[in-house]
């Protein structure tokens, strides 16, 4: 277990002041997956903790952070697993799940004992781990890749058509406030939600995938009248507090998790912003 690096909230008075790299510091994760390794990360963003393991050489168990004070990463907490990486196997006190390539897992709180495996060494799996704080348990549940509610959106006109999977949500595998989703865009299609969007009441972060390791996304963020980019390569995540939109724009095609926290977990409940009302 490496060291829980801690970020504290920004007010969106600070972004107009951020250079290039402190807008990075801020938001962008860049290293989340290194071998035999669990890497997190702590936004005080509604507590959101976004980690990632690989395990290369053999299996790797979540440990808790001093931080946290908690005698187990999920004392008091939930988390969305999804395997960005090749097929593996996850265990959650003693029950082997297995995922793959796509596959989102549930854990809920109170699971005290989690670990990950490769099916194989050549192609390790890369586990991407979104947890928040939980009041109570739901059961620990797996869905299959594109299992979950589909949602066809967009159009090749607009070079936008992508399924969005919906696996942890209102109408899906329940949880306290995670709501978690796949969306993959079409052969084609490079720009995920646009016109894009805020939602007072959760932060949202993305984590982009299956992005060739040449290419890059062009992710918008900032408040709708004040915006700005960061370019974000293969297995990178950005965190998107309250205020701010997040969109982006592929120089190829691309999947990403996106996974949001806070104060409801009600999917339609966004604030659009007009195309043309972007700054
Ligand atoms: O609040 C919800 C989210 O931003 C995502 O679900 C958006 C998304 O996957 C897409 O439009 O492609
Ligand atoms: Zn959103």
Not at 155 to 169: E, G, K, L, M
């Amino acid at each position: 277990m490496t060291d829980l690096e801690v970020r504290h909230a920004t007010h969106p008075d600070q972004v107009p002041g951020f250079d290039t790299a402190a807008l990075r510091r801020a938001y962008l994760v860049e290293r989340l997956f290194t071998d035999d390794e669990v890497t997190a990360v702590l936004t005080h963003h509604d507590r959101i903790v976004l980690a990632g393991a690989r395990p290369a050489n053999g299996p790797l168990t979540l440990g808790t952070w001093p931080e946290l004070r908690s005698e187990f990463f999920l004392e008091r907490r939930e988390a969305g697993i999804v395997n960005v990486g090749g097929a593996g196997t996850i265990t959650v006190d003693g029950t082997k799940y297995d995922l793959a390539p796509g596959a989102c897992l549930y854990a809920g709180r109170g699971a005290r004992e989690v670990t990950f495996e490769s099916a194989s060494a050549s192609e390790p799996a890369d586990f991407y781990i979104f947890s928040a704080t939980a009041h109570t348990a739901y059961p620990t549940t797996l869905v299959a890749p594109g299992e979950g509610n589909r949602l066809e959106l967009g159009d090749q006109q607009t070079s936008n058509r992508r399924t969005i999977n919906q696996y942890i949500h209102a109408n899906g595998v329940q949880s306290c406030q995670v709501v978690l989703g796949v969306t993959t865009l079409h052969p084609g299609s490079t720009w995920n939600t646009m016109p894009a969007h805020t939602h007072d009441r959760r932060t949202e972060c993305y984590l982009y995938f299956g992005l060739p390791e040449t290419e890059r996304v062009v992710h918008l963020l900032g408040e709708p009248d004040e915006t700005r980019h960061l370019l974000i390569a293969d297995r990178q995540a950005v965190i998107s507090p309250s205020w701010s939109i997040h969109s982006g724009v592929g120089t190829a095609a691309y999947s990403f998790v996106w996974a949001m926290a806070g104060e409801n977990q009600a999917f339609t409940d966004m604030d659009g912003v007009d195309v043309q009302d972007l700054r």
